[in-house]
């Protein structure tokens, strides 16, 4: 069993940058693939980047290439979303999780396993 805990949400201006942390307990997050997905107020919850186990691999939501970039420290058992040039747009609660199944990365919900309690991210204009 895998326990997340994400952190390094907050307020930001527009054209700011936050980096979050999903760090890991329980067991070492290095062999699992991880995602982080987000949820924006009366929406559904979505992808938002996957980094494969060992982090030579990452994929990213077409509409945040660019801007976002997700990395991982397995030594600190740590992934990590960092976020530059914030939009009104990127508010919401940002969860991350480890799959136990994907064998490389995964972009769908049903693939991942293991979730964080989320951090709020709220970006004013």
């Known amino acids: 069993q895998v326990q997340l805990v994400e952190s390094g949400g907050g307020l930001v201006q527009a054209g700011g940058s936050l980096r979050l942390s999903c760090a890991a307990s329980g067991r070492t997050l290095s062999t699992y693939p991880v995602g982080w997905f987000r949820q924006a107020p009366g929406k559904e919850r979505v992808f938002v980047a996957a980094?494969?186990?060992?982090?030579?691999?990452?994929y990213y939501a077409d509409s945040l290439k660019g801007r976002f970039t997700i990395s991982r420290d397995n030594a600190k058992n740590t992934v990590y979303l960092q976020m530059n040039n914030l939009k009104p747009e990127d508010t919401a609660v940002y969860y991350c999780s480890a799959s136990n199944t994907a064998q490389a990365m995964a972009v769908r919900e049903y693939e991942y396993d293991y979730w964080g309690q989320g951090t709020q991210v709220t970006v004013s204009s």
């Open positions: 980094i494969s186990w060992s982090g030579a691999s990452t």
